[in-house]
């Protein structure tokens, strides 16, 4: 059984910075990139950065330089460390992972920046 778990989101002032963690099970050896979506109020859901087996990162535009993905083989983990976040970057972020044709999706959680 496949399971995606996020944590670490909360309220934060701009300018600051959070760490979300994604533990995945059951799915991580076999899915060639693990995924961070993000989807804000009234907008389309859009891939914020991946990760693939071997840890080469790629990052949307918006979010390159501030965001950095990694992974933990051993806890079967992904992260995704957010520093300079701004207003625009409150959303809800969503862990997900593919194999094959099969998507699979965490249950999100709630970043918020404001002052």
């Known amino acids: 059984q496949v399971q995606l778990v996020e944590s670490g989101g909360g309220l934060v002032q701009p300018g600051g910075s959070l760490r979300l963690s994604c533990f995945a099970s059951?799915?991580?050896?076999?899915?060639?990139?693990m995924d961070w979506y993000r989807q804000a109020p009234g907008k389309q859901r859009e891939l914020v950065a991946s990760i693939g087996r071997f840890r080469e990162p790629n990052y949307s535009d918006s979010v390159r330089g501030r965001f950095t993905v990694s992974r933990d083989n051993v806890r079967q983990a992904v992260y995704l460390q957010m520093t300079s976040l701004k207003p625009e970057d409150t959303a809800v972020y969503y862990c997900h992972a593919q194999r094959g044709t099969d998507e699979f999706w965490g249950q999100g959680t709630q970043v918020t920046v404001s002052s």
């Open positions: 059951g799915i991580f050896e076999s899915a060639n990139f």
